[in-house]
């Protein structure tokens, strides 16, 4: 059984950055893309940031665009979203999510494992 587990949410002031780590047991990113999506209060899942097997491909989010960054460590199947010039309506669940493929989609469909959550909360 695949299992992600995220971690790095938090409380952070407007401008402020946090970073988020995913974490997978062994071999669970292999050939697999990698994504984070996030759930605002009273609103829908939605596609954030995901990057390819390879890690040469990432795509982003408009609302994110130049401001997120996500990597990933295919030694330590770890995936990781750098979160700068946060925002309050950045506050969301933000999650992990597995691939079905090498390469990852924007739709929910694509993924066929996600983990738990993290709560980030940014104060104006």
């Known amino acids: 059984q695949v299992q992600l587990l995220e971690s790095g949410g938090g409380l952070v002031q407007a401008g402020g950055s946090l970073s988020l780590s995913c974490a997978g047991s062994i071999g669970t990113f292999s050939d697999h893309g990698m994504s984070w999506f996030r759930q605002a209060p009273g609103k829908e899942r939605e596609f954030v940031a995901g990057i390819r097997w390879t890690g040469t491909n990432t795509q982003y989010a408009d609302s994110v665009l130049g401001r997120f960054t996500i990597t990933r460590d295919n030694t330590k199947d770890t995936v990781y979203l750098q979160m700068n010039s946060l925002q309050p309506e950045d506050t969301a669940v933000y999650y992990c999510?597995?691939?079905?493929?090498?390469?990852?989609?924007?739709?929910?469909?694509?993924?066929?494992?996600w983990g738990m959550g993290t709560q980030v909360t940014v104060s104006s």
């Open positions: 999510a597995r691939a079905r493929g090498v390469v990852p989609g924007r739709t929910e469909e694509n993924y066929d494992s």
